[in-house]
């Protein structure tokens, strides 16, 4: 079992930058790829990033390549989500995922999911 708890949401202005953090529990940390998905409001959860169990692969959706950066300490059981120059079309919920090692952008390859962290850019 993993728990996973967002936090670093909020609200900020157009071309502004955000980090978000995953902490989890569980001593398995290291084993999971992790995930970063968002809910846009009227939307369907998307993906976002994601990145393998030992933090030597990175995969981005193209609509925030070049923009977010995902990274994982191990050691501290959590992930982060990076977000520069964000604007408007970034604001939605937030969510960490932790999936099998082969997890890259399906939602259904991620079986642990956190409540969410919402972020809000202003334009």
């Known amino acids: 079992q993993v728990q996973l708890v967002e936090s670093g949401g909020g609200l900020v202005q157009a071309g502004g930058s955000l980090r978000l953090s995953c902490a989890a529990s569980?001593?398995?940390?290291?084993?999971?790829?992790m995930g970063w998905f968002r809910q846009a409001p009227g939307k369907g959860r998307e993906f976002v990033a994601s990145?393998?169990?030992?933090?030597?692969?990175?995969y981005y959706a193209d609509s925030v390549k070049g923009r977010f950066t995902i990274s994982r300490d191990n050691a501290k059981k959590t992930v982060y989500l990076q977000m520069n120059s964000l604007n408007p079309e970034d604001t939605a919920v937030y969510y960490c995922?932790?999936?099998?090692?082969?997890?890259?952008?399906?939602?259904?390859?991620?079986?642990?999911w956190g409540q969410g962290t919402q972020v809000t850019v202003s334009s």
């Open positions: 990145i393998s169990s030992r933090g030597s692969y990175t």
């Open positions: 569980g001593r398995t940390f290291s084993t999971y790829a």
């Open positions: 995922a932790a999936g099998s090692s082969y997890a890259l952008n399906r939602q259904r390859d991620y079986d642990y």
